[in-house]
């Protein structure tokens, strides 16, 4: 009698047992990993070092003014701005691919020599792609920026062709060498990582996407042995 019981005992805790085996599995084997390596990202190679201090991540946008998927992702890239972590650095960088975005480039860090960057970028974007300027000479530039930033004509032409804008021009050539960057926009992470819609991403998910890079490198360095 007492196996008997101890039989009917056990059939009866079985589905019990069963149930919080099955609730236990998931949580043990269904991790997901959100961005597939070599389609929504790949390596840097070799990975590039960064102008960042000891404990920040670097994050660079390679643009390009003419582009409309570049000028689509701004609003995501604006957004993501207002929430990314402190020790995250931001950058942009105008891809000069080909000579005939050596004008759009030189714009940009013409308005950087005159200390209104922030301000130009957008607002060069929206002349662009809204109102339909034309963006192929400087002297079309010189007068958007009279015209819209209170700059004379005497101080564009001085930084547009200054020294200083020659050589982040130059730079900005190298640096898009070395990350091995073949469209717009893309954006590195840490020297370590290509990512942006030319991967497979919807503009919605490219800097969720960025966060997840970042995310990863911040993970690397908390491991990484103190110095």
Known sequence: MKTFAALLLSLTLLPG????????????????????????????????????????????????????????????????????????????????????????????????????????????FNAIHVNHMQHDSQATYRDFFVNQFNVTAQQFDTAWNSLQVDTDLTRAKVLAQRYGVLDVPTLVVNGKWLTGPGYKLPNSQVMPAVSWLVQREEAALANSPAE
Request: contains cysteine; hydrophobic residues 45%; neutral net charge.
């Open 17 to 124: 047992l069963v149930r919080a085996a099955n609730t236990a599995v998931p949580a043990a084997t269904t991790t997901t990993v959100p961005f597939k390596a070599g389609v929504n990202f790949i390596p840097v190679v070799p990975a590039q070092p960064t102008a960042v201090q000891p404990g920040q991540i670097e994050v660079i946008e390679f643009f390009w003014f003419g582009c409309p998927h570049c000028f689509a992702l701004q609003t995501y890239v604006d957004t993501w701005l207002r929430s990314k972590p402190e020790n995250v650095v931001f950058r942009r960088i105008p891809a000069a691919l080909n000579p005939e975005w050596d004008t759009d480039a030189r714009a940009y860090y013409t308005a950087k020599a005159l200390d209104i960057a922030d301000k130009a970028y957008p607002q060069i």
